[in-house]
């Protein structure tokens, strides 16, 4: 229920990086999960990385590991570094939170507006 925004979106080009925060208005509480998500135009909405808040572990999908890493970066704050892009990467990104290790969006309860990412060609 505490409001999440995101920040950091913009234009870039192919091979670039680019980092894009989420923060909440409050205290994230330890058992919380913070997930990120992408949906790009005409697709579902698709699991990026998640972030469980007391422990630490993380998950990525496949098609981004090795290239982003979600991490804390204040309290209230997780942020996603993301490089290498490519066009692929293109998507509006979501940060939510759960309570479940969890890649999928239902499991979500909270979400941001999202912020644009473009990458060019």
């Known amino acids: 229920q505490v409001p999440l925004a995101e920040s950091g979106g913009g234009l870039v080009q192919t091979g670039s990086s680019l980092r894009v925060s989420c923060t909440a208005s409050?205290?994230?509480?330890?058992?919380?999960?913070i997930g990120w998500f992408r949906q790009a135009p005409g697709k579902e909405r698709e699991f990026v990385a998640l972030?469980?808040?007391?422990?630490?572990?993380t998950n990525y999908a496949d098609s981004v590991k090795g290239r982003f890493t979600i991490s804390k970066s204040a309290y209230n704050m997780v942020d996603l570094q993301m490089n290498s892009l490519h066009p692929g990467d293109t998507a509006v990104y979501y940060c939510?939170?759960?309570?479940?290790?969890?890649?999928?969006?239902?499991?979500?309860?909270?979400w941001g507006q999202g912020t644009q990412v473009t990458v060019s060609s």
């Open positions: 409050g205290r994230i509480f330890s058992s919380a999960v």
């Open positions: 939510a939170r759960g309570t479940k290790d969890s890649t999928i969006p239902s499991d979500y309860n909270t």
């Open positions: 972030i469980r808040w007391n422990t630490g572990r």
